[in-house]
């Protein structure tokens, strides 16, 4: 008699994914980014990852609010977009196999507060002898508001090179007193303390001004001498300036450079506040 000793192979198990939630970076007042990583598929392949959040503790995938990052493990980057400011929210990582869904740990976090200062990084330059100067449309409705300019004049004791600001319409910059002797009588223009309040309160020798306004003089005498006049000789540096629409009052600043060895004036950023009237700090971007 022969005997047949066979081993039947055990059924192949399958588990739920292994799933991290890991950090939450680039929150604004609507958005967000997080990233998270599927470690292990359980033995099953991973048909979906992703996050999904709420207002309240332990979101899951059942709801609306939840992104798509595609199958299989590893790590992965969500953005999260349409949120409210001033929020806070509930997140979870998630991976989903034939047995179901896993979940990372629940992390949370707060949507900045809405802001009323609209704020531009710019970049653009301008130098002497290029043929238009830096418009600046503040409020992007097609108008220009501010012009950055480069002006040079001459006479028998030397030149004067000029770089300035033009507040176009009814808008106006701050600056210190008309000087009869530059050209265009140009002041100089007030450079603002970082975070220094920005309203329509004036300390002394200071004015708002329609007319032009000089950023940095360069005097170079017939000998070959060369000075400076202006706050912005040395480095960047902020000035006010209020932006009139529709007869309302807008208070807002421009960050500007000069580099004395190019003789380039840099537009570096600037802001306003959409608020009719109210005050805005130096150098801020939000409020």
Known sequence: ????????????????????SLEITNITTTSATCSGVVISD???????????????PQPTTSLLTKTFDGPDTGMF????????????YYLRAYGTNAIGTAY?????????????????????????????PIALDLTEDGLVDFTVFMELTANTKGDRLYAGINPIGPNLIKSGPSIEENYLSMGLLIAENF?????DQLEPNQQWTGN?????????????????EG?????????????????????????????????????????????????????????
């Open 1 to 20: 008699m022969l005997l047949f000793i066979g081993c039947e192979d055990e059924p192949e198990t399958f588990s739920l994914p292994v799933v991290q």
């Open 42 to 56: 359980g033995g099953a392949q991973v048909t979906a990852r992703g996050v999904c959040w709420d207002t309240s």
């Open 77 to 88: 980057v969500s953005e999260l977009t349409n949120l409210l400011p001033n929020q806070q």
């Open 104 to 132: 990372g740990e629940a992390l949370s976090f707060s949507t900045n507060p809405y802001s009323s200062i609209v704020y531009k990084p710019d970049g653009r330059t301008v130098k002497l002898g290029d043929p238009f």
């Open 195 to 199: 975070n220094s309040t920005i309203d």
């Open 212 to 228: 032009h306004g000089a950023l940095i003089i360069r005097n170079t005498s017939t000998l070959g001498n060369v000075s400076y």
């Open 231 to 287: 706050s912005w000789a040395a480095q960047k540096q902020i000035v006010g300036i209020q932006n009139h629409v529709h007869g309302s009052i807008h208070f807002g600043w421009l960050q500007l450079t000069f580099d004395k060895e190019t003789e380039i004036v840099t537009l570096i950023d600037y802001a306003y506040d959409s608020i009719a009237g109210q005050s805005i700090k130096a150098g801020a971007i939000a409020n």
